[in-house]
């Protein structure tokens, strides 16, 4: 989901239990809450009110996937379906929490991805995949398959004052709610909203392509360095837009390849003042 998706949904859930003036204690309720799936609400009801149901976080999918030789990528629902059945099998009545914990814990730091530590694991004796020798080869990896790549400009508009254009992206999507920079299809794209809007082009530069890759795709940006006249009357909080300066961009959610850039174009702005002041001192 992602770390401030996240946030919003845990800020959302807590003005829902306000209004509600009670915590819900279950599952059903517990799952109508932002951000909260069935794993999330059985840690909660399990830890929290001793209610036994099951979790099935990822520590816990790795764990059970070796101790019951269950072969598949958990992520298909068939597999998914069977770890949820294991895992409401083994969910204990008694001490619920401290079981729900554990699992968490054994996961974490024993039945960890690579070189688990097979020889002091509780489950050592009933564990069907040590007792096969495929420990290393479950959980069964996610099929390997070809992502698609998309090409975007990103804008780095800046004017004389050295200030930077960044606007907010919706609430919803990639960068979800964060500041970014304005991306286009195409140079010309980018150079049409920038005359549209009174940008005159005073100067730009193109950097070198990166590569930023997600879940279900890369995304191929090549930043687009454009010099502007200071403009009047045109950025407002209404716009979702707003100038700011590079040093100054830290205390904002940004995405990490924005945030990079930013670093970036302040860094050379630094590095091309201090050339100025030694090129100036040279001719004095």
């Given at each position: ?70 072969q598949g990528w958990p992520g298909h629902s068939h597999v998914n379906k069977q770890l949820w059945t294991v895992a409401a099998e ?195």
């Amino acid at each position: 989901m992602g770390y401030y998706a996240r946030a919003r949904n845990l800020h959302k859930t807590a003005q829902r239990v306000v209004e509600l003036g009670f915590f819900p204690e279950t599952l059903e309720a517990l799952v109508a809450l932002p951000g909260i799936g069935q794993s999330t609400a059985g840690a909660i009801l399990s830890i929290a009110f001793n209610k036994s149901q099951p979790i099935l976080d990822g520590n816990v999918k790795r764990v059970l996937s070796r101790f019951k030789a269950i072969q598949g990528w958990p992520g298909h629902s068939h597999v998914n379906k069977q770890l949820w059945t294991v895992a409401a099998e083994l969910t204990p009545q008694e001490r619920v929490a401290d079981y729900t914990q554990a699992m968490m814990d054994l996961g974490a730091t024993l039945c960890t991805r690579s070189k688990p530590a097979c020889g002091v694991c509780p489950l050592h004796d009933g564990c069907l995949a040590r007792l096969t020798g495929i420990v290393a080869l479950l959980p069964t990896p996610k099929p390997s398959k070809t992502l698609p790549v998309k090409q975007r400009i990103f804008l780095l508009l800046g004017n004389r004052s050295g200030q930077l254009l960044l606007e907010k992206r919706p609430p919803t999507g990639i960068w979800g709610g964060l500041w970014s920079l304005p991306e286009f299809g195409s140079i010309q794209e980018a150079h049409d909203w920038c005359l549209a809007r009174g940008f005159s082009i005073i100067d730009q530069q193109l950097w070198k392509s990166r590569r930023h890759t997600f879940s279900h795709y890369h995304l191929d940006y090549t930043p687009l360095l454009i010099k502007t006249e200071n403009p009047t009357n045109f950025v407002m909080e209404a716009t979702g837009m707003v100038w700011y300066n590079a040093e100054q961009t830290n205390g904002l959610g940004l995405p990490a390849p924005v945030k990079k850039l930013l670093q970036q174009v302040n860094h050379e702005d630094n590095h091309d003042q201090k050339s100025a002041v030694r090129k100036i001192r040279a001719g004095s």
